[in-house]
């Protein structure tokens, strides 16, 4: 393991483009973004289907679907460039450095291998001077981590004996089982009911404390993160248009699109005759992505200027960022009245 170096990040992104080739056309999956996580942090990235976040954290794993491809940027893990890794160099990286949980647990657990198997071998894949005995010790451990009783007998049983939470479970276990210090979590909630998704984020939140690793926690859905994530970043059309602490984003929401999404968002405090607020509009066509702001075309705030360019990001706060125009324009107007204030003064 890497020495961390003062003031190095646990991962940086920087300028990351990520774009498919269809017959099609050119789908611009992720449009340039950047962003840095800590050691021990834990980072949302919310956004609706399509708007990148999986593409994003693939490129970090080397997992990217062909027609896919890196086509800009760069990926900083622990001072080291990701992106320029051989073969064998990325095959060491997953699961040691860094593993992945997907949303579907089902889909990703071999239905004719027992699920102690499946633990043993992700293991010895990556520490090939671990014994069978050992590996098999690990694995059991793991699985009393994450919650799952009777150990032994769990160890011998098959992915259809297991229930969807006890699955995801396997599945942070698997994830955990070489002790990552980044883990990256795609929706892993998503297809389990409320219930079990809390106690899914229960055991993520206090796996985190244990571990100290760095988390992305990828979701479409923002009370999700409320309770796990330190920052978050919120992703539309490939690029991300706001980011901030988690309590700066859900208290003081500076991009139109973030407001939209917390006001479609059920609250536990609101009246029972609010209403929720759908976001009107489709999502961006990728293959025919506007000129200007993704989210322009949605917006009940939009300007001439939003259809043309893309807007710089704003400094909203300490850490907290977005990119609008109606930010840069009330900014502007905050420079024009100190400039009347002082020649106000002077007079």
């Known amino acids: 393991m890497a020495e961390a170096k003062e003031n190095q990040k646990l991962l940086e992104v920087k300028d990351l483009r990520v774009s498919f080739f269809t017959p099609a056309g050119e789908v611009k999956a992720v449009g340039g973004i950047s962003y840095d996580l800590d050691y021990g942090e834990v980072m949302g990235v919310v956004g609706e ?67 102690g198997n499946q633990l043993v071998e992700a293991l010895r894949a990556h520490d090939k001077n671990i014994s069978r005995a050992d590996a098999e010790k690990r694995a059991m451990e793991m699985m009393e981590m994450v919650g799952i009783n009777n150990v032994e007998k769990r160890m011998r049983q098959y992915p259809h004996e297991f229930s969807g939470g006890m699955r995801q479970r396997v599945m942070i276990a698997m994830g955990l089982i070489c002790h990552p210090q980044l883990l990256i979590a795609d929706e892993p909630t998503t297809a389990l009911d409320v219930t079990i998704q809390a106690q899914i984020l229960e055991l993520m939140k206090d796996l985190q404390k244990k571990t100290k690793m760095g988390i992305i926690f990828i979701t479409h859905n923002l009370g999700v993160v409320a309770d796990i994530c330190d920052k978050v970043s919120v992703m539309y059309a490939g690029k991300i248009v706001e980011q901030g602490p988690v309590d700066d984003i859900f208290y003081n929401p500076s991009h139109p699109y973030t407001v939209g999404l917390l006001r479609s968002m059920p609250r536990v405090d609101a009246e029972n005759y609010e209403r929720l607020i759908p976001i009107e509009g489709t999502p961006v066509d990728m293959l025919n992505p506007p000129e200007g702001c993704p989210f322009a075309p949605r917006c009940q705030h939009c300007m001439k200027i939003c259809l043309k360019k893309m807007p710089p990001y704003m400094e909203i706060g300490e850490k907290h960022r977005s990119a609008c125009w109606l930010r840069v324009l009330e900014r502007m107007d905050k420079k024009d009245q100190n400039k009347e204030g002082n020649q106000d003064g002077k007079q």
């Open 49 to 115: 289907s399509g708007s990148g976040k999986s593409q994003e954290a693939y490129s970090i794993m080397g997992l990217l679907q062909s027609p896919g491809k890196v086509i800009g940027g760069s990926i900083t893990f622990e001072g080291q460039d990701v992106l320029s890794f051989s073969k064998d160099e990325m095959t060491a990286f997953r699961g040691n450095k860094v593993a992945m949980i997907f949303q579907n647990p089902m889909t990703c657990l071999n239905p004719v291998y027992t699920v």
